[in-house]
């Protein structure tokens, strides 16, 4: 099993809609989590940490699920801008990569007129 | 103003070429990475630093060698290129939670 999976997409999403994906980790151990953004032929940055009792900012919704061993990422009233390759980020104390801090590989994510 | 820079953006060059990637962060961040994303954007650590002192190496031909001149620097050095090695090279530094990474550069073996 993988460390940190994420569904690739793309997901085509009318602008306005609400869209949700998920990350999920194999390592019980994980102790902090993140969602990055990265635009395309760009840096990733950081879209926002994932506290346990769940954070909001602005329309970003993120939620951690330790039971499940997932986090999540709403978005609502999507914006074209949004458009973009959101990470998942992962930090544990074992396994995972070097500096126990692990990325998924993205879902990408297309906003559409 | 740039947090973290990385110097070229852009890189082509024949394959069994050495070339060198420069890494600056003005953030007065202790720890900067090395990061790749290839092809199939997966980004994976490469090197870490701390302070100057290498902290992390991870399975990474002997060809790559970062040097750390002073904590807000960390340079990647490639040697003997070869086609594989064609990715995007980001540069990162870390207060200790959370990354700020540079602009990426776009190494093009061919």
């Known amino acids: 099993r993988k460390e940190v999976e994420q569904d690739p997409g793309p997901f085509n999403v009318p602008e306005g809609a609400t869209v949700a994906f998920n990350c999920t980790y194999s390592?019980?151990?994980?102790?902090?989590f993140f969602w990055y953004r990265q635009d395309c032929r760009k840096e990733p940055k950081l879209l926002m940490s994932v506290y346990s009792s769940g954070n909001e900012d602005g329309r970003f919704t993120a939620q951690l699920n330790r039971a499940s061993q997932y986090i999540s990422l709403l978005i609502r009233d999507s914006k074209l801008s949004d458009s973009a390759t959101y990470l998942c980020?992962?930090?544990?104390?074992?396994?995972?990569?070097?500096?126990?801090?692990?990325f998924g590989k993205g879902t990408h994510l297309i906003i559409q007129p | 103003d740039t947090a973290v820079s990385q110097t070229p953006k852009y890189l082509v060059t024949q394959m069994g070429n050495d070339k060198s990637i420069k890494c600056e962060q003005n953030?007065?961040?202790?720890?900067m990475y090395w990061y790749k994303q290839d092809s199939k954007k997966f980004l994976k650590i490469m090197f870490s630093y701390n302070n100057k002192e290498l902290i992390i190496n991870e399975t990474v031909p002997n060809r790559f060698s970062p040097k750390s001149p002073d904590k807000a620097h960390l340079n990647l050095h490639i040697n003997s290129l070869e086609l594989g090695d064609s990715a995007v090279y980001f540069c990162a530094s870390s207060p200790g939670r959370g990354l700020f990474f540079g602009q990426g550069t776009r190494l093009t073996v061919v």
């Open positions: 980020v992962v930090i544990g104390y074992s396994g995972g990569g070097a500096d126990g801090l692990t």
């Open positions: 390592n019980s151990a994980s102790q902090s």
């Open positions: 953030l007065g961040h202790d720890t």
